[in-house]
């Protein structure tokens, strides 16, 4: 394979940019190798700069859910440009992704508009903090909640990947107020709670994606709502990635509970940074100018990325292709399963809606340490030979695949010979 030009845009792109990268997921640090650049994508497919044309699994690591281009989300977006960028004043596409976004959870009458999942959740939880009155915060460890300095413990795939524990540059301070448990471990939720009378809310990724696909058992989730309820804390909902991909809304609505909180990010912005975060009434009332919570953003509400975000939302509506993704998922995990039998290799799958992801480990994952007990070096190999065959996926074993609807019978061939042909490389080691 030829990635003469990924190569020489790398080495140049390192002179100026840090790592010649803008976001560290983006490095193949831990699958070892440099990262390829991308020249355009198109529909179910990417294209790098040395002409190498791949099934995209990352899809932004998400946001694209209709594909690259998609026709109607192109038009929308062209046709906001031309009547302006951005006003410093409200739109009316403001109001209508707001709609959208509101009749889409039970338990959202409000949101604001932010500019990534980060923001969504430092002002989701400064917004838990306003309400209770209360200071601490209950994150679990591998639930990424973006880089805020509270959250930058135990988060997940990022940090995972490059082996780091948290991150350098957080004070002590910063995160004495984040107290760590374990997914689907309701004991070590009810252990903080015994110990401190100051926790303002829960935050948690309801299905994960950041430690690879995680679902929540029943009685961890339902048990959080009750103890959340209970104890007069919130229960913060993160939804940046899983938002609008399993089904039209969020998957706490598919787990069985609801959020006082809800984060979104990623599919709502179509491409563009958007993030939200929504309550209802009596909570989003804290928030200036009806409350005494501060947030604000010069670019918030972007008539583009509102634009796109309309769009793809309402794309999504009209192909409500959840049932679709469900199918695909489930024939791609057959095949991920019978390869690894074939070529003896130890391998888990989980699946939620139209995310995706193997683990190299003969232990059910059900929570981070679980997760931490995959061969990165399997994970390695698979990824290049993924690569080679044609298919691009993230490049690391902690973070889901994400389908998109313009995955066909034929680039599901694809993904089936490109699978069977990766595993048959990681069961040869
Ligand atoms: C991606 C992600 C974030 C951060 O969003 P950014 O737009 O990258 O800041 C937060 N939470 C979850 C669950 C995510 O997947």
Redesign the pocket.
């Known amino acids: 394979m030829n990635t003469k030009n990924s190569e020489k845009l790398y080495k140049k792109g390192c002179e100026n940019l840090v790592g010649a990268v803008n976001s560290p997921v983006r490095a193949f640090a831990s699958v070892g190798g440099n990262p390829l650049f991308i020249d355009k994508a198109k529909g179910a497919y990417i294209k790098d700069v040395d002409g190498n044309k791949y099934i995209d699994l990352v899809l932004s690591?998400g946001p694209m859910i209709l594909g690259h281009r998609n026709k109607k989300v192109e038009k929308a977006v062209t046709k906001a440009i031309k009547k302006g960028t951005s006003f410093g004043a409200s739109t009316n596409a403001e109001i209508k992704l707001a709609k959208i976004v509101c009749d889409a959870f039970p338990g959202m009458d409000k949101v604001r508009f932010v500019n990534?999942?980060?923001e969504a959740?430092l002002s989701a939880i400064r917004l838990a903090r306003a309400h209770t009155g209360k200071d601490k915060i209950i994150k679990f460890s591998g639930c990424?909640?973006?880089h805020m300095d509270a959250m930058l413990v135990a988060a997940g795939s990022g940090l995972a990947t490059l082996s780091l524990p948290g991150s350098k540059g957080v004070p002590a301070q910063s995160v004495e107020n984040t107290l760590i448990a374990e997914y689907n471990n309701l004991e070590s939720v009810k252990a903080h709670f015994d110990k401190h009378d100051d926790i303002a809310g829960v935050i948690l990724?309801p299905v994960t994606?950041?430690m690879g696909v995680v679902q929540p058992t029943d009685d961890f989730i339902k048990g959080l709502r009750a103890l959340t309820k209970e104890k007069n804390a919130l229960l913060i909902c993160?939804e940046?990635?899983t938002g609008f991909r399993s089904k039209f809304g969020g998957a706490q609505e598919l787990v069985g509970v609801e959020a006082d909180i809800t984060c979104l990010?990623?599919v709502i912005g179509g491409g563009f940074p958007v993030?939200a975060y929504g309550a209802r009434n009596e909570i989003m009332e804290n928030v200036a100018p009806l409350g005494g919570m501060y947030q604000a953003g010069t670019l918030s509400g972007n008539p583009i990325a509102m634009a796109a975000g309309i769009s793809t939302l309402t794309e999504l509506k009209n192909q409500n292709p959840y049932e679709k993704f469900n199918t695909v998922a489930e024939k791609l995990e057959e095949v991920l399963l019978s390869s690894a039998k074939k070529y003896g290799v130890d391998l888990k799958v989980n699946r939620f809606g139209s995310m995706i992801n193997p683990f190299f480990t003969n232990k059910e994952v059900t929570n981070f340490a679980d997760a931490q007990t995959s061969d990165t070096d399997k994970f390695a190999k698979f990824f290049w030979a993924m690569i080679e065959n044609g298919v691009f996926l993230p490049p690391s074993q902690f973070e889901a695949w994400f389908l998109s609807t313009t995955i066909t019978i034929k680039e599901l061939k694809k993904l089936e010979e490109a699978i069977d042909k990766s595993m048959l490389v990681v069961g040869s080691l």
């Open positions: 690591y990534s999942g980060t959740v990424y909640h973006g990724e994606g950041n993160d940046v990635m990010g990623k993030g």
